[in-house]
């Protein structure tokens, strides 16, 4: 029988998970099935424990499910433990294995499908929420020479760095704090482009050459990369390739094998293409 796998949200029709597990599964000869499947917003729990008694071996789990399923985790990855949140679930008997694989796809685009290094450089995370905490301790594991938080409630972005402070020295405000400053990587988690909405970005903050990262994707240009080619952003990206590799770094966790995303990426890319 065929090993099961899932990703739980709510909503989660729109997944392009199975997909992208589907494609890596049989690129690397891997017998699974990977399903999205719905869960009640106050029934996570229950859907889960459902999902380990059909033999289900492990999960993704999306919006709005992944402090819950931080608590779920019996045991946790440090940089899970960091991020305060759980993407990826591996299920073992009793053992309930949480982890985060969000900061380490973000980094693996930008490094290897972008081809940008972040050893040295000085980024600009705008947002505060979850995607932003999930994906700060990778980012500064690579080494950039200064990192600020600018999110609309300044005081979130604040406490967020605060709690980052024993790994590193990271500054926060609103937007307009960031006034003066110019940065070589300017990565978007907030949601604003999920409403069409722009961000109040001062003039000058993209350096020459610098890259623009979104890490909402779709059809079209998002607002932010939008501003980002106006302001003279050197390279823009959406966060496709995130999510890519965040689900390649999960199937490694399952199955220990690292599927090929090349192909994946790019036979998604095409069918966003306008
Ligand atoms: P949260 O709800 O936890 O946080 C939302 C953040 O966006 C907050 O910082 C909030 O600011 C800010 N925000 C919302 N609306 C606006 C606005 N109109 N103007 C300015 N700031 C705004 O969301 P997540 O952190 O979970 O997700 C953020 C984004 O990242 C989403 O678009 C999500 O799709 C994307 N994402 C992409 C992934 C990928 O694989 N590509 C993986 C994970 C997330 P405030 O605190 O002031 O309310």
């Not at 402070?165 to 307009?176: C, K, L, Q, S, Y």
């Amino acid at each position: 029988m065929s090993d099961l796998y899932c990703v739980f949200g709510n909503p989660i029709a729109h997944s392009k998970s199975p997909a992208i597990h589907a494609a890596f599964a049989a690129a690397s000869g891997q017998d699974l099935i990977y399903e999205a499947r719905l869960a009640a917003v106050d029934g996570f729990q229950q859907a889960i424990s459902g999902f380990i008694a059909a033999g289900g071996k492990g999960a993704n789990v999306t919006v709005p499910f992944k402090e819950e399923a931080f608590r779920l985790a019996t045991r946790l990855s440090e940089r899970a433990a960091r991020a305060g949140a759980v993407n990826t679930l591996a299920f073992n008997g009793s053992d309930i294995f949480g982890d985060n694989t969000d900061g380490a796809g973000l980094v693996r685009d930008m490094t290897h499908n972008l081809g940008f290094s972040l050893a040295g450089k000085r980024i600009l995370l705008l947002g505060a929420g979850g995607a932003s905490r999930g994906v700060i301790a990778p980012l500064l594991a690579e080494k950039p020479v200064s990192l600020f938080i600018a999110n609309r409630s300044a005081d979130k972005a604040v406490a967020l760095a605060a709690s980052f402070a024993d790994i590193a020295t990271v500054n926060a405000g609103n937007f307009a704090k960031t006034k003066g400053n110019s940065f070589d990587l300017v990565i978007n988690a907030t949601s604003a482009s999920l409403s069409g909405e722009s961000l109040p970005l001062p003039p000058g903050i993209f350096a020459p050459g610098s890259l623009a990262y979104d890490m909402m994707y779709g059809k079209g240009e998002t607002p932010f990369l939008a501003l980002a080619r106006e302001q003279g952003a050197g390279v823009r990206a959406d966060g496709l390739g995130m999510l890519v590799e965040q689900a390649a770094e999960a199937f490694f966790i399952w199955r220990g094998v690292r599927p090929d995303t090349v192909p994946v990426l790019a036979e998604l890319r095409a069918k966003l293409a306008p």
